[in-house]
């Protein structure tokens, strides 16, 4: 590969989201094929291998971040979690930021029992007032932030662990109000 195999970027506002980030994607793994071609040919001291790995973790990040705006992400998980979830990026953590009553997760998990229907969803943030409960919500096609109710379904037998802020009272279900399959304590 030469450098003439090279595309040329397009003049950015010419050009739609999807298509920039595609074009963009494309022309960066071949900017790196052509460096790694030259990287193995090189002693690399211990500085470089520490800048190097700065640079990789980067870039996992940012394509982690544009999979997840566009359709999420999986891992391997145990068989009563569903394997899907989701980011933030700083645009959006910002105004949840102020007043919430939660930190920013690295991923957000999908909080529905696995293999569920229609689309996942992670609760976000608590904020006070009463539109309070943040989640994000996504499929294949479309991604949100949402407000959405408590499920107003309470455990009626006592929560038996005993680290439980509920004690002797009735536990809430954490989902939302009309979330399918079984409700979570």
Not at 131 to 157: Q, S
Not at 163 to 176: I, Q
Request: charged share 25%.
């Amino acid at each position: 590969m030469t450098h003439r195999d090279v595309p040329t970027d397009p003049p950015h506002d010419a050009v739609a989201p999807v298509t920039a980030l595609v074009d963009a994607c494309r022309h960066f793994a071949t900017h790196v094929r052509l460096l790694a071609d030259q990287l193995g040919a090189v002693e690399l001291s211990d500085d470089d291998v520490e800048r190097v790995h700065s640079a990789v973790h980067q870039v996992f990040t940012a394509a982690g971040l544009a999979g997840a705006l566009a359709t999420g992400l999986q891992r391997h998980t145990g068989e009563q979690d569903c394997p899907h979830y989701n980011v933030l990026t700083d645009a959006e953590w910002a105004p949840l930021a102020e007043g919430g009553r939660h930190g920013r997760k690295a991923v957000y998990g999908c909080e529905l029992e696995p293999g569920h229907a229609g689309a996942h969803a992670a609760h976000v943030q608590l904020l006070p007032g009463p539109d309070r409960f943040i989640w994000i919500r996504w499929d294949i096609r479309a991604r949100e932030l949402v407000t959405l109710p408590p499920c107003p379904a309470e455990r009626a037998d006592p929560d038996p662990d005993p680290r439980s802020p509920y004690g002797d009272e009735p536990a809430p279900c954490l989902l939302f109000k009309g979330h399918v399959g079984p409700h979570r304590y």
